[in-house]
């Protein structure tokens, strides 16, 4: 029988490889010599790179889906509602930073895997935060925008420095705490600057 603990030791080890080395460059047996255990032991738990990629990914949505969730659902005004939602996301990416690529990998690696995830009951359901902004289109407190439209620009203004942290730094010439400074002011600024822009 496995032990959970166990396997939370070595998913806690992962996840710290995987920020340091990405997917492509971690190796099971530096996972093994992290989490302090066997690779024969590592095996045992996890068959594979791959299926310890996908426990971690598993272990890591479980945590966001709620969160997203009890925004969407929330009885808030919209703009509430955007600006916690901006905060939430930049800071589980960077509490997860090599989340973003290991899904744009795996979506082209493994589509079924993360269509599973984003497909199940348990995934972020944005169909009430939907309705609210048509309702206040309708009651003139926001101007005329496609719902879908709304979120996918505060996801992408979100997402796009995490995907392409590593040209960012590049371009910008800052380090890695620049950068996390950077993404921190990003909380408050999107959430603005969506709220000016649709604000009637």
């Known amino acids: 029988m496995q032990d959970s603990s166990t396997e939370e030791k070595i998913l806690n080890a992962a996840i710290r490889v995987f920020q340091k ?10 996972i ?3 989490a302090k255990i066997n690779k024969a032991m590592l ?28 925004i969407f659902n929330a009885e808030e005004a919209i703009f509430v509602k955007i600006k916690k939602f901006t905060s939430s996301y930049i800071d589980f990416i960077l509490k997860n930073p090599y989340l973003p690529s290991f899904v744009i ?15 199940n009951q348990g995934r972020p359901n944005p169909k009430s935060f939907f309705e609210q902004v048509e309702k206040e289109i309708k009651m003139g407190k926001i101007q005329k925008i496609n719902p879908k439209q709304l979120l996918m620009n505060i996801l992408s203004q979100c997402l796009f420095p995490f995907i392409a942290e590593v040209m960012v730094k590049a371009l910008m010439q800052i380090s890695d705490k620049e950068f996390t400074q950077l993404m921190e002011e990003r909380k408050t600024l999107i959430s603005d600057q969506i709220i000016r822009s649709i604000k009637a």
């Open 43 to 70: 095996h045992y738990y996890f068959r594979n790179k791959q299926r310890l990629f996908e426990a971690v990914f598993a272990q890591a949505f479980s945590k966001l889906a709620p969160q997203l969730n009890l």
């Open 105 to 119: 990998q795996e979506l082209n690696n493994n589509p079924e895997f993360v269509t599973s995830f984003v497909s």
């Open 21 to 30: 080395k990405g997917m492509a460059g971690s190796r099971m047996q530096e």
């Open 32 to 34: 093994a010599d992290e």
